[in-house]
């Protein structure tokens, strides 16, 4: 049974940084693609970055996202982190962590929200 819990999410001024966690347990460490996904009032759920679980430390990012935010992994225990730096209110949405058994192809290119298995309940985080 796959669980994931996120947490770490807050109110930050522009131009500050968060650090997102996301708590995975029951997933196979070398056969997933976990990704973060946000989701603001009114707009579509939208990838923000991936990671196959028995990669080679490569992610997928958002052209949003790419150079702010980074994510990593560590794989005792597993933990995916999602760290956040020069947030502006563009990123105020809530974040999800989610997990699905695919290819690392496949999850390196990017997956749709709808390819994804397992979801988090989320975190919220304000930029303001």
Excluded at 66 to 79: E, L, P
Aim: proline share 3%.
């Amino acid at each position: 049974h796959v669980q994931l819990v996120e947490s770490g999410g807050g109110l930050v001024q522009p131009g500050g940084s968060l650090r997102l966690s996301c708590s995975a347990s029951g997933i196979d460490t070398t056969l997933y693609c976990v990704g973060w996904f946000r989701q603001a009032p009114g707009k579509e759920r939208e990838a923000v970055a991936a990671a196959y679980t028995g990669g080679l430390e490569s992610y997928y990012y958002a052209d949003s996202v790419r150079g702010r935010f980074t994510m990593s992994q560590d794989t005792v225990g597993y933990t995916l982190y999602l760290q956040m730096n020069s947030l502006n209110p563009e990123d105020t949405a809530m974040y999800y962590c989610a997990a699905v058994s695919t290819s690392e192809r496949s999850c390196l290119r990017g997956l749709r929200p709808s390819q994804y298995t397992y979801w988090g309940q989320g975190t919220q985080v304000t930029v303001s």
